[in-house]
């Protein structure tokens, strides 16, 4: 009989969680830059999509 391959198991384990880990930081980054339902891209004005207001000058 064979015995199992635990390190095999540890690296998918491994795997799985940094993959989570970069979709729940890609879905972050979505919902900060104004992901979907959140205004209207589709405007005609050039340069008024979904771009964080801009930051008032520091002094």
Not at 18 to 42: I, N, T
Not at 46 to 52: A, E, I, Q, S, V
């Amino acid at each position: 009989m064979a015995t199992p391959n635990y390190g095999y198991e540890k690296r998918q384990k491994e795997l799985a969680k940094k993959r989570k880990k970069e979709d729940k930081l890609k879905a972050k980054a979505d919902r900060k830059v104004g992901g979907p339902g959140e205004g209207d891209a589709s405007s005609d004005e050039p340069g008024t999509g979904n771009l964080p207001p801009a930051a008032p000058p520091q002094r």
